[in-house]
C-alpha cells in the first residue's frame, strides 16, 4: 500500500506548519551557491501545497523568511525577494486552478515594495477561494508578534474599550497575526535542526513536533505523508492521563 492510502483521513490534522530549512546546505552539498538551495525549495513548497490539497490539510503555514533573516548577506537576502516575487508571479495561476486562498503573517512593511504588491495582489486574487488556505510566514518573528498583540490590547485597555480583567488567552490569540485561523496541531522542521527559530511560540503550545534531517529541497509529498502518519499515531493527552480519553 502506498504512504498516502495509509493516512487516516478521519484524523488528519487541521494546521500543519513547517519551518523548511536546509536549503543552503543542501546547495553546499551539490557544489553550488546558497541560491541554488533557494531556487529548488521553491519546488519543494510547490510539491508539499499540493500534497497538503491532495489530503485535504485546511491550513499550511509555511516559515519562509524569519526577522533574523534579515541580517544574512545582501545578496541573498536580494535573491530571496527576488524568489519570492516571482514564486508568487509563476504560481497564481495554479493557485487559483487548485481553489487555495493565500495568506501571509509576519512584519510586511519591511518587505520591499515590489514583493508586497505581488503578494497582495495574489491574496486578494484568492480571497474567495475555499480549499486549502496556504499561511506564508515572511518577515516573521514570534516574539514581534507576541509583543504587537500586547501594544494592541494595552492600547484598547487604555482608551476604555477593552476591560483588563476580562483579558484571557482567547484575548491574545485574537490579536495575534494569525487571529483568525486554528492552532497548528502538526509542526514539522526539516534539516535535523532541533529549534523552534521565533516561530509561531504562542500557538504551538500543544502541537506536535516533528523533525526529520531531510534537507528542505528535498521533502517530498511522501516525506509530508510520513510526517502525518507519524502525527496519527501519538496520543495527544492535553494535560489529562491516557485512561482518561479512553
Ligand atoms: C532555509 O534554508 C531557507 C531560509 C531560511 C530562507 P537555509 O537558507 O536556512 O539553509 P541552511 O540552514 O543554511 O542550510
Ligand atoms: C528558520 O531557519 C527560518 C526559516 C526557515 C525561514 P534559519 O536557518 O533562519 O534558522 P536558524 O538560524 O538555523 O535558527
Ligand atoms: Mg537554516
Redesign the pocket.
Known sequence: MDIKNQIDKNKLPVHVAV???GNGRWAKKKGNKRVFGHRNGVKAVKNIVEAAGEIGIKYLTL????T??WNRPKTEVEALMSLFISAVKNETENLIKNNVRLKAIGNLNLLPEKVLKNLNEIIDKTKNNTGLTLIL?LSYSARAEITNAVKTIAQKAAKGELNPENITDKTVSKHLYTGEFPDPELLIRTSG?Y?I?N?LLWQISYTELYFTNILWPDFSKNDLFEAIIDFQKRERRFGKTSEQLK
Request: net charge negative; glycine share 0%.
Open positions: 519551518i523548511m530549512d516559515y519562509a523568511f524569519s533574523e533573516n510566514a535542526e529549534r527559530s516561530f
